[in-house]
């Protein structure tokens, strides 16, 4: 498969280099483009970062074919697509699977399956995830098939242009209507893995809104408005509303055995023709189970 390429109309006069910035062409990107193999063209024809353009040019940009780690082995292995072009791939992660290899368990991840599946497409890009999930949180992932997607996504999530919905059950019942979350979160202690809310945490906010309570526990939906590690199950135990199944947070495993929570919804920007798009995700079988339960 050829290399990822993109192409554009200049809008106005100027150098090349301007051009670029304006389409979200970062500097580390065109240094990857000049040294890596790939090629900045204008009606066709090979230019550099300072030819000048006029009005009505073609700018094709095409960069360099990327390849795989060492440390991230490829597998063939179940992988359920939701939506893929050219620039994107969305997927649905099972619960149980890790999102990304880690030095104890280096195969089985969602990573080594997409390596996989770009490998037997013959996908010339190297993996690049935009939205990851912990191991025991189902549901949507979005990613990029080429570092400069990686990175107007990257640029879309500060801007909050891209929307992640959860739905989640938590012990205890939860007030009516839509509540805003705003606490800081930091790492807890000396651990590596576990957060808390802290003065000196970074800003964290989270939307939240009650579906319907259920005996001792309630069904929430949940908007993050920043991302960071753990959110939504640190803020819900700040609460004292901790999820079921999240033992690490104070949840109780009587009804699942891992935090109940699940990406259901996934709104973003084409990264490339810029068109607004929407994704959803029905509740993994063990949440579903509890509904219905």
């Known amino acids: 498969m050829k290399a990822f390429q993109i192409e554009f109309t200049a809008p106005k006069r100027g150098l090349l280099r301007e051009a670029l910035q304006n389409h979200g062409i ?20 090979e230019v550099t970062v300072r030819h000048p353009l006029e009005v009505g040019d073609a700018v094709t940009v095409i960069f360099p074919k990327e390849t795989q780690g060492k440390g991230l082995t490829a597998e063939a292995g179940p992988l359920a697509i939701v939506y893929e072009d050219e620039a994107l791939l969305i997927v ?19 990573a080594n399956y997409v390596a996989g599946h770009f490998e037997k497409e013959g ?11 912990d191991k025991d949180t189902s549901g949507l992932v979005c990613i990029a098939k080429n570092r400069h997607i ?4 990257s640029l879309q999530q500060r801007e909050k242009r891209m929307n992640r ?15 805003v979350i705003t606490a800081p979160i930091g790492r807890k202690g000396t651990s590596i893995i576990e957060r808390e809310v802290r003065k000196d945490g970074k800003f ?6 009650l579906i319907r309570s259920a005996g001792e526990f309630s069904h929430v939906r949940l908007k993050l408005n920043t991302g960071r590690t753990h959110q939504i199950r640190v803020h819900m135990a700040h609460l004292g509303h901790p999820l079921l199944g999240d033992d690490l947070y104070g949840g109780r495993r009587e009804l699942i055995a891992r935090q109940a929570l699940h990406c259901t919804e ?10 607004r798009l929407a994704f959803t995700s029905v509740l993994a079988g063990d949440m579903l189970d509890l509904i219905y339960s």
Request: charged fraction near 20%.
């Open 204 to 209: 964290a906010e989270t939307e939240m809104e």
């Open 26 to 45: 970062s500097k580390r990107t065109l240094a990857s483009v000049k040294y890596g193999g790939g090629h900045l063209l204008v009606n066709g024809s």
């Open 92 to 110: 649905e992660k099972p619960p149980g699977q890790n999102t990304i290899p880690s030095r104890e368990q280096p195969f089985g991840s969602l």
């Open 266 to 275: 996934l709104q973003l920007d084409h990264p490339v023709s810029g068109k």
């Open 123 to 133: 996908i010339p890009s190297t993996l690049h995830i935009a939205t990851r999930l």
């Open 165 to 179: 919905r959860y739905e989640a059950f938590v012990h205890g019942k939860v007030g009516e209507g839509v509540s």
């Open 150 to 153: 990686h990175h107007l996504l």
